[in-house]
């Protein structure tokens, strides 16, 4: 069965630093997605994408987070200065209609000393 | 805001006993419904879905829900649990028409005893 891949499984980083997470959706599927769970706390919606743009995002989502898809394949979350509390498991999903079940992937987990 | 409130944050079951777990969500309009399940050291899987027709669904692994409008619940029931069953299980909803995000509820661990 087809997967979503993420890597990498654990990225360690600097507060202040960048981080680029990575994702490899499933080869079919058209909508994409970021959800964060930080220790102990629900999985938490970021952002959702569609036709190489954003199509909701949520108040976590702000200058700080962008996504690409920067070709057919991977998609992207950037986080450009990393704070202590971005600190959580990523994980990247994707389907193939909006309404339908997402697929995920195993999750980053980031952690910013 | 929409929001999903699972009941139970930690249950033990012995096996062969009957699970329930509940699932409420707030939100007036039309939704789809899903259950996750997360098994130790994987990713989040699906367990079964409603979308519409008949409010009682089967998934995979013998598990089953129900939806009920009028309560703003989907509860998840096995008659029977296995020691395999042990993991975190998700309620999730996403309201039909939108953007396909997933609000999630705080999880449920499942600890099933030998």
């Known amino acids: 069965e087809p997967e979503v891949t993420q890597t990498p499984s654990h990225q360690v980083t600097q507060m202040g630093q960048e981080v680029i997470l990575r994702c490899v959706p499933i080869?079919?599927?058209?909508?994409f997605y970021w959800y964060r769970q930080i220790l102990g706390q629900k999985v938490e919606f970021l952002v959702s994408?569609?036709?190489?743009?954003?199509?909701?995002k949520s108040e976590i989502f702000d200058d700080q987070f962008s996504v690409e898809r920067p070709d057919g394949s991977n998609f992207t979350l950037k986080i450009r200065s990393t704070k202590l509390e971005d600190s959580a498991m990523y994980f990247c999903?994707?389907?193939?209609?909006?309404?339908?079940?997402?697929?995920f992937g195993d999750g980053t987990r980031l952690s910013i000393l | 805001a929409q929001s999903v409130s699972q009941h139970n944050h930690h249950v033990i079951l012995s096996e062969a006993a009957s699970l329930e777990l509940g699932c409420n969500y707030s939100?007036?309009?039309?939704?789809?419904l899903f259950w996750y399940v997360q098994y130790p050291g994987q990713h989040l899987q699906l367990l079964l879905k409603?979308?519409?027709?008949?409010?009682l669904v089967k998934g995979i692994k013998g598990f089953e829900a129900e939806f009920i409008k009028s309560k703003f619940s989907f509860n998840l029931r096995k008659p029977s649990v296995q020691w395999s069953d042990t993991a975190e299980y998700f309620c999730?909803?996403?309201?039909?028409?939108?953007?396909?995000?997933?609000?999630f509820g705080q999880g449920t661990t499942l600890q099933v005893k030998p």
């Open positions: 080869s079919n599927h058209l909508y």
């Open positions: 999903a994707s389907s193939e209609e909006a309404y339908q079940p997402q697929h």
């Open positions: 994408f569609y036709n190489n743009e954003i199509s909701e």
């Open positions: 409603y979308f519409s027709g008949d409010p």
């Open positions: 999730a909803v996403n309201v039909a028409g939108n953007t396909g995000k997933l609000i």
């Open positions: 939100y007036g309009g039309t939704v789809n």
